[in-house]
Every structure is written in C-alpha cells, then in structure tokens.
C-alpha cells in the first residue's frame, strides 16, 4: 500500500482536481482510496456527483489521525491519495506522516510559489525521522504555449525540492468533467488532459518503486 499526499496551504491550487484525477488514472491497473482530509470536503462533493460507482473509493476524514488509522483504514488498497486542507495544521501534520510521498501543486504564480514554503519546511523537519519520504513540486494550471513553466521550475529548484517533468494544463475538460463527478479519463480518453494524467501517474509510479528499489540496494 503505497500513500501519496496532496498538499499547499494555498487555496485553489487545484489539489482536489489533481487528486481525484490522479486517483482515476491509477485505478485503471490498481483498487485506489481517496481520503477526503480537507474540512470543504469537495472530493466528496465530487463523488455525490457521480450516477455510476467511480473506479475508486472516497472517504471523508478531516483529521488529524490519518496517520495513525492509514494502516487500517486503507487496508486492502494498493494506492492511497489523501486531499489535504488548505492551510498547514494538525491535519496537514498527519497527511504528511502517513505519506510515501508528497506532492506540492504550484500554479505558475509567484503567490503559489510563496504559499509553498511553510509547507517545505514541515516536509523538510519530517524528513529528519522520516528520511525515506519522497517530495516533488507539481507544476499545474499551466496555460498552454507558454515560457512559465521553466521560469517557475527555476524559481522552485532553489528549494532543494524536485520538480516532476509531467506539467498539468489549464484546460478546459478538467472542470467540465467534474461538474457531473468525473474525470477526462471517462469524457474525453484520448484527449489531452486525460494523457497528461496518466503521464502523472505513470511519472508518481516510477519515483516510488525506484525509491524502494534503492533501499533494498542498501539494506542489502
């Protein structure tokens, strides 16, 4: 079982977008729990939206004790991805201890860029006793045929955090399809956002079973 937790203390930096997308595309090879930790509860939202069961779970759990239940409650799934709230607290505290492996999501914005250092300096205090934890920075909402991207990449390569190669765009499919609880995956498949997504859980894949490759090489 494998937990990866979706965090910034800003809000509308479309974690629950990324979240429930990401949950989606893993789902096609893999059972996936969806951890609704965020008070507004907007993945929940989503689910209710749905006519169909969705390809994965979602539960509501705003607080701070997902790191103390995650064993049990995401028993039996080999995927967990936690929406995590928008601010750094208790709860935000507790997703990053159950985690495997953080995800920042930053918009091309100097604002997102600023909102992400609190939460890089509790990852960083994290990674004291907890030295395998993965972090990435996630580029999303970038407009398509621009230069952001790279500047913001730059500008984020000076926290010592990588960035993932795979860029989510601001399109349009992302809110048309969750207005009626989906994903592109489901609306448009071949289409562009439903490919950047399953490049992000491909990409997500790749980092962790290269991480636990390395600690076996080194326990060994």
Same mark, same amino acid.
Do not use: C, Q
């Given at each position: 079982m494998t937990v990866i937790a979706l965090l910034n203390q800003k809000g509308g930096v479309g974690k629950t977008t990324l979240t429930l997308n990401l949950a989606a595309a893993l789902a096609r090879n893999s059972k996936v729990l969806v951890i609704d930790a965020d008070p507004q509860g907007s993945a929940l939202d989503w689910s209710a939206q749905r006519i169909e069961k969705a390809s994965f779970d979602v539960i509501g759990l705003p607080k701070p004790i997902i790191h103390r239940e995650i064993s049990t409650i995401a028993s039996g799934y +080999?995927?967990?991805?936690? +929406?995590g709230p928008p601010r750094m607290d208790e709860l935000a505290k507790s997703a990053i201890g159950a985690a495997?492996? $953080?995800i920042i999501p930053v918009q091309p914005s100097p604002f997102d860029v600023w909102a992400a250092e609190d939460i890089i300096k509790i $990852?960083?205090?994290f990674e004291i006793h907890k030295p395998q934890l993965e972090t990435r920075f996630l580029i999303?909402?970038?407009?398509p045929n621009t230069k952001l991207g790279g500047e913001i990449a730059d500008i984020l390569s000076g926290f010592n955090i990588p960035v993932?190669?795979?860029?989510i765009h601001n399109r349009t499919e992302y809110a048309k399809s969750a207005r009626h609880g989906q994903t592109p995956l489901e609306t448009d498949p071949t289409?562009?956002?439903a490919r950047e997504v399953q490049m992000l859980a491909t990409e997500v894949s790749t980092i962790l079973k290269t991480a636990i490759k390395e600690?076996?090489?080194v326990a060994s």
């Open positions: +080999d995927w967990t991805i936690i +929406d495997d492996i $953080v $990852v960083k205090d999303n909402r970038l407009f993932l190669d795979t860029i289409g562009l956002a600690r076996m090489h």
